[in-house]
């Protein structure tokens, strides 16, 4: 039995793209939640708290284009074509949001609020940048063969903007249980009673995104609620439920630190997964699977060899940074 590349490359890109969501998701959620705070220096200590480690949270986006470009050539050239404004906006955003967190360290007290505004509408537009071009991936795409046959505009949907929107509001929780992990006092507290609110939010989310794509796409309802898939994928719904009453009770305890932060990775991951069980094994929706748009096995195994170098280095080196700049953030400590 030969080795599967294409699988092993979809595992792979899988794998970078979560890790991105996961890491960039809490720094961009920072960025959503500056308006929900006032205070300039409980602002710096938000900020502060992902200086030494933002930037190369974004390493997996790269890897995950890389991989992409690498493995599945018609994908990337597909997507890059069908998602094209969404994709745009997202890098505006996110390198605006990346200009204003240098400037607004450097900027006097005339300039700062300016770049405080920039810092989170960066994080708004990359945000639902990004969930636009989730909604449009889950929507699918119109063909013609393998050639992207809509117009730029054909991801603008109700339901890919409303996918814009659920992720500001996942990133949201994230953002505001890492503060709850790295922070003191009021700070901390008012990111403890905001969490809980988006906690319950995102559960409503999950709910209304499980009704609307089966009743949008009859080949997921199959893929859910058909036997014995209905047994099988039955604990990814329970375990929502479960995560978010956990959360829910974590957060209303006194001493909170890590573990609504962890429960909310737990949530997204658990999102994540519903999202790959339904658009398994299609890596271009409605119809183009993952061996179809694979790359020759030559240059998928050439590619595999250093790729498989360099994720254990970026994982040691990512669990390395978060191991030296661990522990809480306080005013008058930060990033220069």
Request: with cysteine; charged share 10%; proline share 6%.
């Amino acid at each position: 039995m030969g080795i599967d590349l294409p699988l092993i490359w979809a595992v792979i890109i899988a794998f970078g793209v979560m890790m991105y969501v996961i890491m960039d998701g809490f720094d961009l959620g920072i960025g959503i939640l500056f308006p929900f705070v006032s205070d300039r220096q409980e602002r710096d200590v938000m900020v502060n708290t992902v200086a030494p480690v933002w930037d190369g949270n974004e390493t997996w986006l790269v890897l995950g284009g890389a991989a992409m470009f690498a493995a599945f050539p018609l994908a990337y050239g597909f997507l890059l074509s069908a998602l094209y404004l969404p994709l745009m906006f997202m890098l505006a955003g996110l390198i605006w949001r990346g200009v204003s967190f240098e400037f607004r360290f450097k900027a006097s007290d005339r300039h700062k609020p300016f770049w405080d505004k920039a810092f989170a509408w960066g994080s708004y537009i990359a945000t639902f940048s990004q969930g636009v071009a989730l909604g449009a991936f889950i929507n699918g795409f119109e063909l013609d063969g393998t050639t992207f046959a809509g117009t730029a505009l054909d991801c603008f949907t109700p339901f890919s903007i409303f996918t814009g929107f659920a992720l500001m509001v996942a990133y949201a929780l994230l953002g505001s249980t890492w503060l709850i992990m790295k922070t003191i006092g009021d700070l901390q507290r008012r990111m403890r009673d905001l969490a809980q609110w988006v906690s319950i939010a995102l559960l409503a989310i999950i709910i209304i995104v499980s009704i609307w794509t089966p009743l949008e796409h009859p080949q997921v309802a199959t893929r859910w609620l058909s036997f014995p898939n209905l047994f099988y994928f039955a604990p990814v719904p329970v375990l929502v439920l479960g995560a978010t009453w956990l959360h829910l009770r974590v957060l209303r305890s006194r001493e909170v630190h890590a573990a609504p932060f962890i429960l909310a990775l737990l949530m997204i991951f658990l999102g994540y997964t519903g999202l790959a069980i339904s658009m398994w094994p299609n890596i271009i929706p409605p119809s183009i699977t993952i061996w179809q748009a694979a790359a020759p096995p030559e240059s998928m195994g050439f590619a595999l060899v250093g790729t498989l170098l360099i994720i254990p280095v970026i994982l040691v080196y990512t669990a390395w940074s978060y191991y030296v700049f661990r522990g809480k953030q306080a005013v008058g400590e930060g990033y220069h």
